[in-house]
């Protein structure tokens, strides 16, 4: 990826998260803070408006990146034993499709991201351009992030590998996800390997329609704790458009407990 994309993906994610921080935070309230790039923008501008209107937010991390983000921008930290439920959540996504359904995961985090959703009363997504698509797997092609136990490692992925070679296998293997500056594995903040799943060539096709059927046979595999499928979890996305604009679905109401 050149700058010059870089910087539009950059400019975009920006604008999502500044927009669905301005439209869903209000004083006095529990927020779930995500991880990642836009986690940035939305926390930068979280606590700009906290400053500005003196709002009073807790902050709850999805991540240790997110809780170093919550204290360094002088926003009030808590969990979820002391803070439940949730108000909103704003999180950034590695794709979401037409029916917001959202792969999340590609950057290590998925565990939390997905307890602090399911705890809170709205979860919000925000991206750029990129991430938009008209079902999983059109555009992210790095297949469905797992949260897997070390000890259960090697089983995971021979039941993945069985179950790939069923269907006509599969050219890019699924594989524990390895670190890039540092020899050996990525370990989750949980301390747990990633696994990513090659969907796209396990099911025949690059599409995924039917992510809650895949979601519910990924857990029933013992040593998965943890897939990146948010299936109907999300209440609404926000996308940075190249031309300045953000372009955002409409808000629906889960139900979700609350």
């Known amino acids: 990826m050149g700058d010059a994309q870089k910087s539009l993906l ?12 301005d439209d869903h935070v209000k004083d006095g309230q529990v927020l779930g803070i995500g991880s990642g790039t836009t986690a940035v923008y939305a926390v930068e501008r979280i606590a700009q408006r906290a400053r500005e209107e003196n709002l009073n937010l807790i902050c709850i991390p999805t991540s240790f990146q997110a809780k170093n983000l919550i204290i360094s921008n002088g926003l009030q930290l808590s969990e979820l034993d ?58 992210w092609k790095k297949g469905i992030p797992l949260e897997v136990a070390q000890m259960g490692a090697r089983v995971v992925l021979e039941k993945l590998q069985k179950f790939t070679d069923s269907v006509g296998g599969s050219v890019i293997p699924t594989k524990v996800r390895q670190a890039v500056n540092k020899m050996g594995p990525v370990i989750t903040d949980n301390g747990n390997f990633i696994v990513d799943f090659q969907f796209g060539d396990a099911m025949k096709t690059g599409e995924l329609h039917n992510a809650q059927s895949v979601e519910t046979w990924l857990k029933s595999i013992p040593g998965i704790l943890e ?20 372009k955002s ?4 109401i889960l139900k979700n407990g609350f």
């Open 249 to 252: 679905t409409h808000e629906r």
């Open 82 to 139: 002391v803070h439940y439920p949730i108000d909103v959540t704003i999180d950034g996504c590695d794709e979401c499709d037409q029916d917001l359904n959202v792969i999340k995961g590609g950057g290590g985090c998925l565990l939390q991201e997905k307890i602090v959703a399911s705890a809170s009363k709205k979860l919000i997504i925000v991206g750029d351009f990129s991430k938009e698509s008209r079902y999983l797997g059109q555009t």
């Open 10 to 21: 950059d400019k975009a994610k920006k604008l999502a998260a500044y927009q669905a921080v």
């Open 227 to 246: 897939t990146g499928l948010f299936v109907k979890m999300a209440n609404q996305a926000y996308f940075g458009q190249p031309d300045g604009t953000v």
